[in-house]
C-alpha cells in the first residue's frame, strides 16, 4: 500500500514569514503527480500546486512553490510571505497510477499569527 | 462556472437509522468521488463513479453505497448507521480523465453526526 508522509502534525509561524511542509511518499512507479490541497476551517479542500514526476522544473503557483526531490521521494511545500489567510490544514496527495483514487497524507495544521 | 455542491451541509442522526448525501459536480464533470474525514482516520477513500458505473471503490463495509445519475449528479448512502460514522463527508468531481495530473475539485462536504 501506498505510503504518504507529513512528520509535522502542527507548524506555528509569523505573517509575512516563508514556511515549509514536508511531504514523502513511498512509491515504485516512475510516472505520478503530486498534489497539495489546503483546508481551511471551512471544510472545503481547496488545490493549491500540482507536481509531475516528469517535470523538469520545481512547480510555482504565486506564493506557493515546491521542493521536489525526486530520488528522495519528496515534495515539499514553500509559501512565502505566509499570510494569516493561509491558516488551515495542508495535505499531500501523490497519485501514482492514473485511475486510482487520491491518497492523502494525515495533514499538517498550519497556524499563521500576526 | 459553479463549484461542486453537496447537501445537506449538516445532518445529525441516530444510531440505525440512514442517511442520504447529495453532490452535484462541476458542469462537465463526469467523475464523482466521495471521502470521508475523521480527526483518527484522516481522510479515507470511499469510492468514485464515472458515467454512473463505480470505478473504483476504497475500503469501507458494504453499508456505505453510491450511485451517479445521468445529470453526473452523485448519491451516496449509509445504512445501519453506527457512532463511528460520525464524519465529514466529502464529495469531489473531476472529469474522469484518468490522468495522473487529473486535479479533484472538492465541495465543502456534510458534517454527519451519529447519537
Known amino acids: 500500500a501506498q505510503k504518504i508522509t507529513q512528520t509535522q502534525p502542527g507548524m506555528f509561524v509569523q505573517e509575512k514569514e516563508a514556511v515549509t511542509l514536508d511531504c514523502t511518499y513511498d512509491t515504485s512507479d516512475q510516472n505520478y503527480g503530486l498534489f497539495w490541497y489546503k483546508q481551511p476551517s471551512s471544510g472545503e479542500m481547496i488545490f493549491l500546486i500540482y507536481q509531475g514526476s516528469y517535470d523538469e522544473q520545481n512547480a510555482t503557483e504565486g506564493r506557493y512553490s515546491l521542493n521536489f526531490q525526486k530520488a528522495r521521494k519528496s515534495a515539499n511545500l514553500v509559501i512565502s510571505a505566509s499570510q494569516l489567510g493561509d491558516s488551515a490544514m495542508y495535505f499531500c496527495a501523490p497519485l501514482t497510477q492514473a485511475g486510482t483514487a487520491l491518497i492523502f497524507g494525515k495533514g499538517t495544521t498550519l497556524s499563521v499569527s500576526s | 462556472k459553479a463549484g461542486v455542491t453537496q447537501t445537506p451541509r449538516y445532518l445529525i442522526k441516530t444510531r440505525g437509522q440512514q442517511v442520504t448525501l447529495s453532490c452535484s459536480p462541476i458542469?462537465?464533470?463526469?467523475?464523482v468521488s466521495w471521502y470521508q474525514q475523521t480527526p483518527g482516520q484522516g481522510l479515507q477513500f470511499l469510492f468514485e463513479?464515472?458515467?454512473?458505473?463505480?470505478?473504483n471503490k476504497g475500503n469501507f463495509p458494504g453499508r456505505f453505497s453510491g450511485r451517479q445519475f445521468s445529470n453526473s449528479r452523485s448519491e451516496m448512502n449509509v445504512s445501519t448507521l453506527e457512532l463511528g460514522d460520525s464524519a465529514l463527508y466529502l464529495c469531489a468531481s473531476s472529469g474522469g480523465q484518468r490522468s495522473t495530473n487529473e486535479k479533484l475539485f472538492f465541495g465543502s462536504g456534510t458534517q454527519l453526526s451519529v447519537l
Open positions: 458542469s462537465g464533470h463526469r467523475s
Open positions: 463513479y464515472f458515467s454512473e458505473t463505480q470505478r
